[in-house]
């Protein structure tokens, strides 16, 4: 069993940087991929970052990639998304999540947060 708890979410200007964190509890925070998704009012969940148990082979979805970076620090139990360049367009829920594989597909995902939201302002 994995619990998860974004944090760090808020108001942000256009060109500016949000710093998400995830904290998991549960013996098998380490073995597990991670990611983050998003959700904007009136569209459906979608892909943004997600990287390996071992932190290596991070994916990004096209709309971030270049300014949004995900890291994780298993002593911790965390996971991160350094958000910088942001958009308006990045205004949603942002969800941290915990599956088997490191996938771009909500399905490959078993354990969710409660998502924390961002708003980039003009």
């Known amino acids: 069993q994995v619990q998860l708890a974004e944090s760090g979410g808020g108001l942000g200007q256009a060109g500016g940087s949000l710093r998400l964190s995830c904290a998991a509890s549960?013996?098998?925070?380490?073995?597990?991929?991670m990611g983050w998704f998003r959700q904007a009012p009136g569209r459906d969940r979608e892909f943004v970052a997600a990287?390996?148990?071992?932190?290596?082979?991070?994916a990004y979805a096209d709309s971030v990639k270049g300014r949004f970076t995900i890291s994780r620090d298993n002593a911790k139990n965390t996971v991160y998304l350094q958000m910088n360049s942001l958009k308006p367009e990045d205004t949603a829920v942002y969800y941290c999540a915990a599956g088997v594989r490191t996938s771009r597909y909500l399905d490959d995902y078993d354990y969710w947060g409660q998502g924390t939201q961002v708003t980039v302002s003009a």
């Open positions: 549960g013996r098998t925070f380490d073995s597990r991929a």
């Open positions: 990287i390996s148990w071992t932190g290596g082979r991070p």
